[in-house]
């Protein structure tokens, strides 16, 4: 028997809702979630040029941005930058065809192929001044790692404005690590007014995140047991990755032994199993010797 299939039928479950996989569906507006959201609408209405969004690995962020984008697209146009790791020309090809600029069939005829950099620049700039008041957002994940040249790129496009209104804002998500300080030497931090952090979840988030997850792939509040949901806080930290990977452990084994219930020796049983030590970056390696 399927293991997925399996612990699917055992809960009761139409689909995994621990899967690492970001999907805003399952997105869940923890107080740090929450508070970032209302940063970002306080900000357009004061129209700021960027905000910036961090938080560790497994905190949320890509969740985040594509609950944002969705949106902010409902007042008006928006990209998202997945990947920052672009050459300028093809940070110009996503927005014009994220924005709409551009319909499918020239896409498709590669209208924008052979442009140059300028030319897709004029495009940008030429559909932006027929949104007349509204202005269009970018939302890039990952921003550490932009390179010098997308930096650059982001900063001149910012200047764009009708009528001292800036015509396109940013939105900047990434780790915490190493990422004011990139920003800083790339004399981007400067240019960004507003802030939020993405914390963990209190340790009264972590069960209603679980029940948020589980009831939305089609099962119950009752599969994990209230010592259960204490045992992932204390061994995740609130961390929603690894809280996803003790979950989603936990099911498979409680199926697997026909547990009815997931109970803290099926949570510490999967963490030992999961070496989430080796895996790890040095922030977690706390979480190795609270298992061992």
């Not at 689909?15 to 970001?22: A, D, G, I, V, Y």
């Not at 790129?153 to 190493?178: A, C, D, K």
């Not at 204390?234 to 547990?259: F, K, M, T």
Request: charge should be positive; hydrophobic fraction near 40%.
């Amino acid at each position: 028997m399927d293991t997925l299939q399996s612990y699917e039928r055992a809960y009761d479950l139409v689909e995994r809702p621990f899967s690492l996989t970001p999907d805003e569906k399952y997105h869940f507006r923890s107080g740090a979630h929450r508070r970032a959201l209302e940063m970002v609408a306080v900000a357009q209405r004061r129209g700021e040029r960027f905000l910036m969004i961090t938080g560790d690995l497994g905190s949320g962020k890509t969740t985040l941005c594509r609950t944002l984008v969705t949106q902010l697209t409902r007042q008006g146009p928006a990209s998202f930058v997945a990947n920052p790791l672009l050459r300028p020309e093809d940070l110009l090809r996503l927005l014009l065809q994220d924005f709409g600029a551009v319909s499918v069939d020239e896409v498709r005829r590669g209208r924008l192929a052979g442009a140059t950099r300028n030319e897709l620049e004029d495009l940008l700039h030429h559909f932006l001044l027929g949104l007349q008041s509204r202005s269009a957002v970018v939302v890039i994940d990952e921003a550490q790692l932009m390179p010098q040249a997308i930096v650059e790129q982001v900063v001149q496009l910012s200047t764009l404005e009708r009528g001292g209104t800036p015509m396109l804002r940013f939105v900047l998500v990434g780790q915490s690590s190493g990422y004011l300080q990139s920003l800083t030497e790339q004399r981007l931090d400067q240019h960004i007014a507003s802030r939020a952090r993405l914390t963990p979840l209190e340790r009264d988030e972590c069960g209603a995140y679980i029940t948020h997850r589980l009831m939305i792939a089609g099962g119950g509040s009752e599969v994990f047991s209230p010592r259960a949901i204490e045992a992932i806080y204390d061994l995740s930290g609130g961390l929603p990755r690894l809280v996803n990977l003790l979950c989603e452990r936990a099911l498979q084994d409680g199926a697997s032994l026909g547990a009815r219930r997931i109970e803290p020796a099926l949570i510490e049983q999967g963490a030992s199993a999961l070496e989430l030590l080796r895996a790890r970056p040095k922030r977690f390696r706390w979480f190795g010797s609270r298992v061992s």
